[in-house]
């Protein structure tokens, strides 16, 4: 009968083991798919500036096709105006 008992406690306890092995790997798990989620973030961030950009590119294309140049002076015409922005985070976290 003792002898039971310990095997049964000894089987509980080598399944709580497995159990929080489990857990550990799944904590870890989430932890990375929050880092690559953060990750994803900050690229989908970054496109939707470039694409506000090119919105800016292709009115100011539109407005210097749309004008008439031979009636405008030079020192009227549109101007494109480089803003330089910070330079892209290179490299890998």
């Keep these: 009968l003792l ?42 961030e970054a496109v939707a500036t470039i694409l506000r950009n090119w919105q800016t590119v292709f009115r100011t294309i539109l407005l210097a096709e749309e004008t008439p140049k031979s009636n405008v002076p030079e020192s009227q015409m549109p101007v494109v105006v480089r803003i330089p922005m910070k330079p892209a985070e290179t490299g890998s976290k």
């Design 3 to 44: 002898t039971q008992k310990i095997q049964e406690k000894q089987q509980e306890y080598d399944n709580l083991l497995i159990l929080k092995n489990t857990s550990q790997n799944l904590s870890d798990y989430f932890d990375q798919l929050a880092d690559n989620i953060e990750e994803l973030n900050s690229g989908c």
